[in-house]
Nanobody
């Protein structure tokens, strides 16, 4: 059974950094793509970044490019989302998700498994 557990969310000042973790079980990164999404109340969940299965290519939405970095650690079965220069538009519940195949890392409906989410708040 595939399970994902996010952690690392919290309160940070504008311009600050956070690192989110997504601990996985029941899947191997060679065969599962990983995506990070975020959602604020009243809005649709949006894709931020993804890591393809196999070679682990990474993809970033324009609004986080240069500020967010994602990486996977196969030995720990964990994926990380390093977020820097956090701004007032970044607060949300952040989710990781996985699937054996997605046409795009931002294709929300193609992901089979989701974590419970972790809250990120940006406030001075």
């Amino acid at each position: 059974q595939v399970q994902l557990v996010e952690s690392g969310g919290g309160l940070v000042q504008p311009g600050g950094s956070l690192r989110l973790s997504c601990a996985t079980s029941g899947c191997t990164f060679d065969y599962y793509a990983i995506g990070w999404f975020r959602q604020v109340p009243g809005k649709e969940r949006e894709g931020i970044t993804g890591i393809s299965s196999g070679d682990g290519s990474t993809y970033y939405a324009d609004y986080v490019k240069g500020r967010f970095t994602t990486a996977r650690d196969k030995a720990k079965n964990t994926v990380y989302l390093q977020m820097t220069s956090l701004q007032h538009e970044d607060p949300a519940v952040y989710y990781c998700a996985t699937a054996t195949w997605v046409s795009s890392c931002y294709s929300l409906n193609e992901y089979e498994y989701w974590g419970q989410g972790t809250q990120v708040t940006v406030s001075s």
